[in-house]
């Protein structure tokens, strides 16, 4: 099992930037696959990008060109830079593995003037 822990969120302005990390207890070069999911109120959990231990990259129309997934296995962390960032990407951000299907307990991310 691996736990992860997301940190990173906050409030910006409308075209502004952040960078949010996710942290694994463990290990995650044995991860294929790890992604960021997103919450809005009232809304379901979408898929916002994954990754995989190759590197191959996955995006949400709604976020492509704006937003970049990373990870650094060495530091067992994986990243989502969201750069010129909309109201409606306004919500809680969440981290995935596809090992143990584990899931982090999320950090908002809140854009508004």
């Known amino acids: 099992q691996v736990q992860l822990v997301e940190s990173g969120g906050g409030l910006v302005q409308p075209g502004g930037s952040l960078r949010l990390s996710c942290a694994a207890s463990?290990?995650?070069?044995?991860?294929?696959?790890m992604g960021w999911y997103r919450q809005a109120p009232a809304k379901q959990r979408e898929l916002v990008a994954t990754?995989?231990?190759?590197?191959?990259?996955y995006y949400a129309e709604s976020v492509k060109g704006r937003f970049t997934i990373s990870r650094d296995n060495a530091k067992n962390t994986m990243y989502l830079q969201m750069n010129s960032l909309k109201p409606e990407d306004t919500a809680v951000y969440y981290c995935?593995?596809?090992?143990?299907?584990?899931w982090g307990q999320g950090t908002q991310v809140t854009v508004s003037s």
């Open positions: 995935w593995e596809d090992m143990f299907r584990s």
């Open positions: 463990g290990s995650i070069v044995s991860i294929y696959t």
């Open positions: 990754i995989t231990n190759g590197g191959r990259t």
